[in-house]
């Protein structure tokens, strides 16, 4: 069983900046970042591979996002900067890859979530 903690989410202005950690209770693989507002589906947002030598993004965060992570530390990062109203979200980290990549059915690990609130 792999434990995974986010941390580093709340308010900022549009435009302001944000780093979102994940730290994982073991070593992992791929690794992702997912996000949810309410009534929707979870959507994928970023993932990495193990050793960072592949990353993905979804079109709407790419040039302002940027996936990374410290293996040593079993820990994944999401800055993000450029943020607009709509990246509100709660933004969950997943671990334990079956299948792909930006599927969330595809994950068997995940986070309990943090908040990610952007004013206009």
């Known amino acids: 069983q792999v434990r995974l903690v986010e941390s580093g989410g709340g308010l900022v202005q549009a435009g302001g900046s944000l780093r979102l950690s994940c730290a994982a209770s073991?070593?992992?693989?791929?690794m992702a970042w997912f996000r949810q507002v309410p009534g929707k589906d979870r959507d994928f947002v970023a993932a990495?591979?193990?050793?960072?030598?592949?990353?993905f993004y979804v079109d709407s965060v790419k040039g302002r996002f940027t996936i990374s992570r410290d293996d040593a530390k079993n820990t994944m990062y999401l800055q993000m900067n450029s943020l607009k109203p709509e990246d509100t979200a709660v933004y969950y980290c997943?671990?334990?890859?079956?299948?792909?990549?930006?599927?969330?059915?595809?994950?068997?690990?995940w986070g309990q979530g943090t908040q990610v609130t952007v004013s206009s």
């Open positions: 997943a671990a334990g890859l079956t299948g792909g990549i930006r599927d969330s059915r595809a994950y068997t690990y």
């Open positions: 073991g070593r992992i693989f791929s």
């Open positions: 990495i591979s193990w050793g960072g030598g592949n990353t």
